[in-house]
C-alpha cells in the first residue's frame, strides 16, 4: 500500500482497496477526540490553507474543525470575489497555488472548473485536497460517506446502494469509482437529461462496476441497503455562484424519499445518505425515522478529514 504522506487527494479512481480501510482504521483512532468534542496537538505545528473558490458549508467548515481538533491552524478564503483570484485581475490558479503554498502545509481547494485541484497539484509543492471540482469529483464527501457506511452496516461489501438524483453530480461520479474497490451493487434513478453519460458508462465497464437504470425510485427502493441521495433542483455546478431563483421547479415523485414510501416498500434497515444541502427530494419529517444518517454523515465528515489531515501531514502512518 503506498503511503499517504505527502500525497494529493484528487480523485478516487486510483484508490486501492486497502487504503480505503487504512483511513478508515485511522478515523477510528481519532474519532473520541471530536466525539469528546475537545482538540489535540497532533497537528499543531500545522496550517491548512482553505482556497474556496465555489460556496460551501459542510465540507469547508468540516476540514477546518478537522484542522482545529488536530491542534493546526487555518486560513484561506471562502469568497474568491474578495480576492486577487476572483476580482479584476482573475489570477491564475498557477500564480495563486504558488502563493498559497508558502502560506501553509496542505491546500484545501473547491472550483467550479473541473480539474482545477488537479491542476493545482501540478504546480503547489503541498499536498492538494480536492473539496469538489466542477461536475468532476468530490473525494472527501464520498470517503465520509463509506465510512458511515462501514460504521452502520459493518461492511462495504454485498451491499445495494441506490443512487438517486443528478447522475453528473461529482459525490454520483466518486462513489461509483469506489465501488470498483467492493463488492457491492449500484442502482443509478435520475430524470433523463441528468442520466449517465455514455462515456462515464464506459467507465463503469472499464472498471467492471455492477449497475443498473430504473426510472422510479418505488420500483428499486425494496433492494437498496444505502439509499444514497441528491436533489435534481439545484444549481449549475459549472458556475462560481448562482443565487435561488424566485421560482423554481419541484422534485417530481420519481426521484423523492418520503416516510410513505418508506414505510410501505424501503427495508427495515434500509438507511438515508444525503450530502446536503437539500431541496424537495428529501422531506424533514424523514429526519425522525430509524433510516436517517445523514447527521451522523456530518459527524463523520469531520473524523474523516482528521485522518486524511493527520496521514497527509505525516502524523500518522
Given at each position: 500500500m503506498r503511503?499517504?504522506?505527502?500525497?494529493?487527494?484528487?480523485?478516487?479512481?486510483?484508490?486501492?482497496?486497502?487504503?480505503?480501510?487504512?483511513?478508515?482504521?485511522?478515523?477510528?483512532?481519532?474519532?473520541?477526540?471530536?466525539r469528546n468534542r475537545r482538540n489535540c496537538d497532533l497537528l499543531k505545528e500545522k496550517t491548512l490553507v482553505a482556497a474556496f473558490y465555489?460556496?460551501?458549508?459542510?465540507?469547508?467548515?468540516?476540514?477546518?474543525?478537522?484542522?482545529?481538533?488536530?491542534?493546526?491552524?487555518?486560513?484561506?478564503?471562502?469568497?474568491?470575489?474578495?480576492?486577487?483570484?476572483?476580482?479584476?485581475?482573475?489570477?491564475?490558479?498557477?500564480?495563486?497555488?504558488?502563493?498559497?503554498?508558502?502560506?501553509?502545509?496542505?491546500?484545501?481547494?473547491?472550483?467550479?472548473?473541473?480539474?482545477?485541484?488537479?491542476?493545482a497539484a501540478k504546480w503547489a509543492s503541498i499536498p492538494v485536497i480536492n473539496a469538489g471540482d466542477g461536475w468532476g469529483e468530490h473525494p472527501t464527501q464520498v470517503l465520509t460517506d463509506l465510512?458511515?457506511?462501514?460504521?452502520?452496516?459493518g461492511t462495504l461489501d454485498g451491499l445495494t446502494f441506490l443512487c438517486i438524483g443528478d447522475m453528473r453530480m461529482r459525490t454520483m461520479h466518486s462513489i461509483s469509482y469506489a465501488m470498483s474497490q467492493f463488492d457491492s451493487k449500484l442502482i443509478y434513478v435520475s430524470p433523463p437529461n441528468m442520466s449517465l453519460l455514455p462515456e462515464f458508462k464506459a467507465e463503469l465497464d472499464q472498471?467492471?462496476?455492477?449497475?443498473?437504470?430504473?426510472?422510479?425510485?418505488?420500483?428499486?427502493?425494496h433492494e437498496a441497503d444505502v439509499i444514497y441521495?441528491?436533489?435534481?433542483?439545484?444549481?449549475?455546478?459549472?458556475?462560481s455562484r448562482q443565487e435561488k431563483a424566485d421560482k423554481y421547479d419541484l422534485t417530481p415523485s420519481n426521484y423523492k424519499v418520503t416516510r410513505e414510501l418508506l414505510a410501505q416498500k424501503a427495508k427495515s434497515d434500509a438507511i438515508i445518505l444525503h450530502s446536503l444541502p437539500r431541496m424537495d427530494e428529501l422531506p424533514t419529517d424523514v429526519d425522525i425515522t430509524r433510516h436517517a444518517r445523514y447527521w451522523q454523515e456530518a459527524f463523520n465528515g469531520v473524523v474523516m478529514r482528521m485522518a486524511l489531515l493527520a496521514l497527509i501531514l505525516g502524523a500518522m502512518e
Open positions: 503511503s499517504f504522506l505527502g500525497r494529493d487527494i484528487l480523485s478516487l479512481k486510483d484508490f486501492e482497496r486497502a487504503e480505503f480501510f487504512r483511513i478508515f482504521e485511522v478515523a477510528d483512532e481519532l474519532a473520541p477526540i471530536a465555489q460556496p460551501s458549508t459542510r465540507t469547508r467548515l468540516a476540514h477546518e474543525a478537522a484542522m482545529h481538533r488536530l491542534g493546526g491552524h487555518v486560513c484561506g478564503f471562502a469568497d474568491p470575489k474578495m480576492t486577487r483570484a476572483g476580482d479584476f485581475y482573475q489570477e491564475s490558479i498557477k500564480d495563486t497555488v504558488h502563493m498559497l503554498e508558502y502560506y501553509g502545509d496542505v491546500i484545501v481547494m473547491r472550483h467550479f472548473q473541473q480539474g482545477a485541484p488537479h491542476e465510512y458511515t457506511v462501514l460504521k452502520e452496516k472498471y467492471n462496476i455492477q449497475y443498473k437504470e430504473a426510472d422510479h425510485v418505488a420500483d428499486v427502493i441521495m441528491e436533489p435534481v433542483v439545484q444549481p449549475d455546478y459549472t458556475a
